[in-house]
């Protein structure tokens, strides 16, 4: 079973707020993703990391920042958060071995910026 | 045009019926396909992976692969209560290194006693 955790769970925070949205996976996995899912619609990639220091943009252009210093844990950053950003974060991994394998998720964090 | 499509549903079935779910996908270069299942507020759950036309089943469901058609589906038999979800599609392509993801728009699935 996968393990993996997000926190927080839910947050509704202020306009111009920074928000940090934290991932961390136990299994040693060297890829690492962020999704960002609105209800009815499709995961959209919007972060994703090879590994330790590796961090790149996905297809789903996006103003957060992420991070990846540890293998384990990768945080995403909005500076400046916007009513805009309102939507459901999902981060997931996968074993980095191997290109093929499936993505493991946690269970979210579901933003609501006033 | 997505290069991925998932029956929209909503999709409301009786308790013990066969369920089918499924999705067509344009990429010749996809070669790995799952189905994740999503219940409400929680991340979404691998059900099943295969990357091979043909079936291949688990307890009571079945996923199917046809990539002549470029379609695949999934079937729940003796469907319960518990399998109200939402259910997606995701389909690879084994060139990307980073092992991008192509999501369907996914099926909510309702099953009633």
């Known amino acids: 079973e996968a393990d993996i955790y997000q926190t927080p769970r839910y947050l509704v925070i202020g306009t111009g707020k920074k928000i940090t949205l934290e991932c961390s996976q136990t299994m040693g996995h060297d890829k690492m993703y962020w999704y960002q899912q609105d209800p009815g619609m499709e995961l959209h990639l919007i972060h994703y990391s090879y590994g330790v220091n590796s961090t790149e943009k996905g297809d789903l252009s996006s103003e957060s920042t992420v991070s990846r210093i540890r293998t384990e844990h990768f945080p995403l950053t909005l500076e400046s958060a916007r009513p805009s950003h309102t939507s459901q974060y999902l981060c997931?991994?996968?074993?980095?071995?191997?290109?093929?394998?499936?993505?493991?998720f946690g269970d979210g964090t579901r933003l609501s910026i006033l | 045009q997505k290069e991925v499509e998932q029956d929209p549903g909503p999709l409301s079935v009786p308790e013990g019926a066969i369920v089918s779910l499924n999705c067509t996908y344009s990429?010749?270069?996809?070669?790995?396909f799952m189905w994740y299942r999503q219940y409400s507020r929680k991340g979404p759950e691998l059900l099943m992976y295969?990357?091979?036309?043909g079936n291949k089943e688990d307890g009571r469901f079945t996923a199917q692969v046809d990539k002549s058609s470029k379609y695949i589906s999934l079937f729940i038999r003796d469907s319960q209560p518990s399998d109200s979800a939402t259910y997606l599609c995701?389909?690879?392509?084994?060139?990307?290194?980073?092992?991008?993801?192509?999501f369907g728009q996914g099926t909510i699935l309702t099953v009633h006693p």
């Open positions: 997931a991994s996968s074993d980095g071995r191997f290109s093929n394998q499936p993505q493991h």
């Open positions: 990429n010749s270069a996809f070669q790995y």
């Open positions: 995701a389909i690879g392509s084994g060139g990307t290194s980073y092992g991008k993801l192509t």
């Open positions: 295969t990357y091979s036309s």
